[in-house]
Nanobody, 126 residues
Framework: QVQLVQSGGGSVQAGGSLTLSCVGSGITFSTNCMAWFRQVLGEEREAILLMGQYGGIVYADSVKDRFIIDRDNAKNTLSLQMNNLKSEDTAIYYC????????????????????WGQGTQVTISS
């Protein structure tokens, strides 16, 4: 049984930093396309960063130069370091295993994702 368990998140003022973690069981992150999605209230869930099985990384323009995705193969953990946070980053964040052929920013939450973490609320106050 595959499980993705997220931790971290919370509330911080604009300009601050937060780190999210996602620990997997029943699946090997290094042989999959791993991703972070986020969902703003009232909007669709969207991919913001993806790391392919060979380590290639894709960033959405909205988070480029501020967010860092990393994978610890030994611990089977995916992390998201978020810096210089803005109010528009307020959302629920999800780690995900994306189908390898759809490993890109246009991966759709409704049918390109095999597994989801439980989601973590991130709130940025201005």
């Amino acid at each position: 049984q595959v499980q993705l368990v997220q931790s971290g998140g919370g509330s911080v003022q604009a300009g601050g930093s937060l780190t999210l973690s996602c620990v997997g069981s029943g699946i090997t992150f290094s042989t999959n396309c791993m991703a972070w999605f986020r969902q703003v209230l009232g909007e669709e869930r969207e991919a913001i960063l993806l790391m392919g099985q060979y380590g290639g990384i894709v960033y959405a323009d909205s988070v480029k130069d501020r967010f860092i995705i990393d994978r610890d193969n030994a611990k089977n953990t995916l992390s998201l370091q978020m810096n210089n946070l803005k109010s528009e980053d307020t959302a629920i964040y999800y780690c995900a295993v994306v189908k390898i052929p759809q490993c890109g920013l246009d991966a759709r939450a409704d049918y390109d994702v095999n597994y989801w973490g439980q989601g973590t609320q991130v709130t940025i106050s201005s």
